[in-house]
């Protein structure tokens, strides 16, 4: 299983960018979809997730980044709104999967990519 994420990039406070990760491989089904970002200095933190309908923020995002999925197409996508300085990290999208080699669910993550805001 492979994640492949996209989407990261440069942008002034205020802009806005929209990250796409696209899960692939050997899957069954997978639950949690998700992103996490992780600024120099700091623990990597959750930004959005989606599970079973359901979503999540952190306090720091809510009302400017929305999660969606395309199941069909097992891809996240993250969009970022209204960003800040504070934003500025690398984004890793995950998946929490059922392969179907094995029989077990894992959580797999993606390489990671670079969101900076400048003000």
């Known amino acids: 299983v492979q994640l492949q994420a996209s989407g990261g990039g440069s942008v002034q406070a205020g802009g806005s960018l929209r990250l796409s990760c696209a899960a692939s491989g050997s899957i069954f089904s997978i639950n949690a979809m998700g992103w996490y970002r992780q600024a120099p200095g700091k623990q990597r933190e959750l930004v959005a997730q989606s599970s079973g309908g359901n979503t999540n923020y952190a306090d720091s995002v809510k009302g400017r980044f929305t999660i969606s999925r395309d199941n069909a197409k097992n891809t996240v996508y993250l969009q970022m709104s209204s960003l800040k300085p504070e934003d500025t990290a690398v984004y890793y999208c995950?998946?929490?999967?059922?392969?179907?080699?094995?029989?077990?669910?894992?959580?797999?993550w993606g390489q990671g990519t670079q969101v900076t805001v400048s003000s």
């Open positions: 995950y998946a929490f999967v059922l392969a179907v080699v094995g029989g077990r669910w894992n959580h797999y």
